[in-house]
């Protein structure tokens, strides 16, 4: 898999979408689908040849292009998505490092994937399935993710199963970004280059 800023600004937008929606569905109890779709179908393309194949192509990622352009900018809206991006990068560190997770996620992504691909990534079974599958193996490690939202829709089966399928997806993101090269350096020293690279793919 190629390294280059396009690579890892793609990672950085899928990551951004992912917790996106996530806070979107705390909020109101509902995700947008179009932008939900892309970001969930990555968890399943385990061996895609680039990041632009993991999301199949970067025109669904164009939401969270655009919410990384404006953070890079320096013009975000939402002071809670950076403190959830982060503290999604450090889980994936600590995920990464536990070989049996590793495991237990991939066996579990490979035992859903022909009911992904026969009822689509957003079909309620795949997401309470995909729920499920980070309730048991990453919300285990710390450390945990705390999703803050209304009570009304927490508290309801289907919105915390599809919160904790588009955390899957934004580990997933957040693992891409590490393998393509990325780092906590990229902000301080690389962001002029990062929110170029954002532009030309938002082209």
């Known amino acids: 898999?190629?390294?280059?800023?396009?690579?890892?600004?793609l990672a950085l937008a899928g990551l951004a979408q992912a917790l996106q929606q996530v806070r979107r569905i705390a909020e109101t109890g509902q995700s947008d689908n179009a932008a939900?779709?892309?970001v969930l179908d990555s968890?399943?393309?385990?061996?895609?040849?680039?990041?632009e194949a993991v999301y199949g192509g970067h025109g669904g990622l164009a939401p969270g292009l655009r919410l990384?352009?404006?953070y890079l900018a320096s013009r975000g809206d939402d002071p809670l998505l950076p403190r959830l991006a982060l503290a999604t990068m450090q889980l994936e560190r600590r995920f990464s490092g536990e070989p049996g997770t590793l495991a237990a996620v991939g066996q579990g992504i490979a035992a859903l994937a022909p009911r992904a691909a026969e009822l689509g990534s957003t079909h309620p079974e795949v997401l309470a399935a995909l729920g499920t599958l980070y309730a048991d193996t990453i919300s285990q490690?710390?450390?945990?993710?705390?999703?803050?939202g209304n009570p009304h829709y927490l508290g309801q089966a289907g919105v915390v199963s599809?919160?904790?399928?588009?955390?899957?997806?934004?580990?997933?993101s957040a693992l891409l970004w590490r393998q393509v090269g990325g780092s906590q350096w990229q902000f301080l020293l690389g962001r002029r280059a990062m929110l170029e690279a954002v532009q030309r793919q938002l082209r």
């Open 1 to 9: 898999m190629t390294s280059s800023y396009d690579d890892r600004v």
């Open 36 to 38: 939900a779709r892309p």
């Open 43 to 51: 968890v399943f393309r385990i061996d895609a040849d680039s990041a």
């Open 68 to 70: 990384l352009a404006d």
């Open 141 to 148: 490690l710390r450390p945990r993710i705390m999703v803050q």
């Open 162 to 172: 599809e919160i904790r399928a588009l955390l899957l997806a934004a580990v997933r």
